[in-house]
């Protein structure tokens, strides 16, 4: 039994990845395609491309960002919080994607394991304590701070680079901002394996080495997986999230889109390499195009899908631990 659920959260989890990078693939390549700076089939290669490679660089990394952030039991207990985990958070990012809109994986991922965990308690196990510092540090501190600040920092940039883009022609600036644009889908692609690759890796290895395992060496095929999974994901292409994001959210031009990409990218950067945050590149992509759309005088936000879109980031880490718990009460009897 333990080994058919371990090749369960195998499964499961490259299920998870290949979602991520199939629902996250609107990041990279939304504002790229819409502004027409690559075609979506380039588009969608470059950024699987830098998935993959942001996804092991993570590997590398992983002993500097830790992955003490996800711990479960040992033995089969904790294969079915993993596995009742990564099993919630697909669930609710097929439902988001089905819908069109664009939501954290990693948010996902955290709620599930939350709920996962509070299964374990009522089936009397002890509490394991550092829940609601999981909860406050990956998921609510992130969710309030990183849209403020992308959308803040988007909003002030695009004034700054109007303003030294206001002697050339439009066409000439647009040309330029287009070929940066192709710069910036590669440099998100790159951010969002380099977040969310890492935690596919720790779900990984959580569960074939344990919470103890060698965050410094990482065995090759848990990394193998975890790109392949996320880069094959990337190729896939959500294009109901893209058309979200592009299209019905706010309208945009390759210079607003170039600053929307350049903050995505900065806060990624930091968050990850400095701060060690777990920043959503979808908030933070999300935030950066309204900041970057709303300094023009025809902003036209959609505002009750943006209502709608604020409502479902809440939503998700709480959907996802309700999800959890019922599935990790459902499997119980496997571990009995």
């Not at 690559?38 to 588009?43: D, G, H, K």
């Not at 992509?285 to 005088?297: D, T, Y």
């Not at 936000?301 to 939503?315: K, Q």
């Amino acid at each position: 039994m333990t080994i058919a659920l371990l090749v369960a959260v195998v499964v499961f989890t490259c299920l998870f990845g290949f979602l991520n990078g199939f629902r996250d693939a609107s990041n990279a390549v939304g504002l790229t395609v819409r502004t027409r700076a690559l075609t979506p089939s380039i588009a969608v290669v470059l950024a699987a491309v830098f998935n993959v490679i942001g996804t092991v660089t993570s590997a590398w990394l992983l002993d500097y960002f830790g992955g003490q952030w996800l711990t479960a039991p040992s033995g089969t207990r904790g294969l079915v919080v993993l596995l009742a985990t990564v099993v919630g958070a697909s669930l609710w990012n097929v439902y988001l994607w089905w819908r069109g809109y664009p939501s954290s994986s990693t948010h996902a991922l955290v709620g599930g394991l939350v709920g996962a965990t509070l299964a374990e308690v009522i089936r009397g196990q002890a509490f394991q304590h550092g829940l609601a510092d999981l909860l406050w540090l990956q998921v609510w501190l992130p969710l309030l701070v990183s849209p403020l600040l992308a959308f803040g920092a988007a909003f002030f940039l695009t004034s700054f680079t109007t303003w030294i883009a206001r002697h050339s022609q439009p066409s000439q600036a647009h040309a330029t901002l287009r070929a940066a644009q192709s710069v910036g889908t590669a440099a998100v692609a790159f951010g969002h394996g380099l977040q969310d690759g890492q935690r596919i890796i720790a779900v990984l290895v959580v569960a074939a080495i344990g919470n103890q395992g060698d965050w410094a060496g990482v065995p090759g095929w848990i990394v193998t997986l975890a790109a392949l999974a996320l880069g094959l994901g990337t190729l896939a292409g959500g294009w109901r999230v893209t058309y979200t994001l592009s299209h019905r959210l706010i309208r945009t031009d390759p210079l607003r889109g170039f600053v929307s990409q350049l903050v995505t990218t900065l806060m990624l950067f930091f968050g990850a390499l400095w701060l060690r945050w777990p920043l959503s590149t979808t908030h933070t992509v999300a935030a950066s195009i309204l900041g970057a759309g709303s300094n023009q005088g025809y902003a036209a936000i959609h505002r009750r899908l943006l209502t709608r879109l604020v409502a479902f980031w809440i939503a998700t880490p709480l959907a996802t631990a309700l999800l959890g718990l019922v599935l990790a009460l459902a499997l119980d009897p496997l571990v009995r």
